[in-house]
């Protein structure tokens, strides 16, 4: 549909602002995080010219693989970077490249394997599962805010995934479908940035 591309801009936008504001948290866990939203840009820019100017044929298949990194790569890197921002995997400076490779060996299996899509599916929900692990921790430091943030970008990432994205039967027809996922995913993207906007140690060292 012509009006995709709408969408797709609104969620660019989102991502590399999300991009943007965590790499000025100048923290390993935001870094991370950061890349991750960049590989959504990404994405989300190809869908808007591959949609603006009708060029599905041209673009389609780079614009499945550019989504498939961010599925991938990018929430493997993401979900590290929530297990170093609640203090249960310390990430240092020096690692940041290793990780970064480990990502990239990540989607250069699944892409040599031709099973991106249950990559992408397998992260997709070890990913939520974290943040549903880290979100109940939070709610026990009595850091109520930032588990509700990340609690709500738990379900908007399920939901969207399972059932906007991923639904069998189109959710509403297809042209409303597709603008609810990325505009969801949009949403998505805030969310986890007032996530990671303040380090989960030090709220709790305030909160003592």
């Known amino acids: 549909m012509t009006h995709w591309w709408v969408a797709e801009v609104i969620l660019t936008a989102s991502a590399w602002w999300a991009s943007q504001r965590l790499m000025q948290c ?16 990404l994405a989300s820019a190809i869908g808007a010219v591959k949609f603006g100017f009708q060029w599905q044929t041209r673009l389609d298949e780079l614009h ?21 921002w609640i203090g249960w995997l310390r990430l240092h400076r020096k690692l940041w490249l290793a990780h970064l490779a480990d990502a990239a060996l990540v989607f250069i299996l699944g892409y040599w ?9 397998v992260i997709g929900l070890a990913m939520t599962l974290v943040a549903v692990v880290i979100a109940v921790a939070l709610w026990r430091r009595r850091q109520n805010v930032q588990a509700s943030w990340l609690l709500l970008a ?7 995934g399972l ?30 940035v007032q996530v990671f906007a303040w380090p989960a140690d030090r709220m709790h060292e305030n909160s003592k």
């Open 154 to 160: 738990a379900v908007v990432f399920v939901v969207n």
């Open 26 to 41: 100048r923290q390993p866990a935001a870094f991370l995080a950061a890349v991750c939203f960049a590989l959504l840009g």
């Open 163 to 192: 059932v906007i994205g991923g639904g069998t039967e189109p959710l509403l027809g297809l042209p409303v479908r597709m603008d609810v996922f990325h505009l969801s995913l949009a949403f998505w993207a805030y969310c986890m």
């Open 113 to 121: 394997l031709t099973r991106l899509s249950l990559f992408q599916l």
């Open 64 to 84: 499945t693989l550019a989504s498939r990194a961010f599925g991938v790569a990018g929430l493997y890197l993401l979900t590290m970077a929530l297990l170093d």
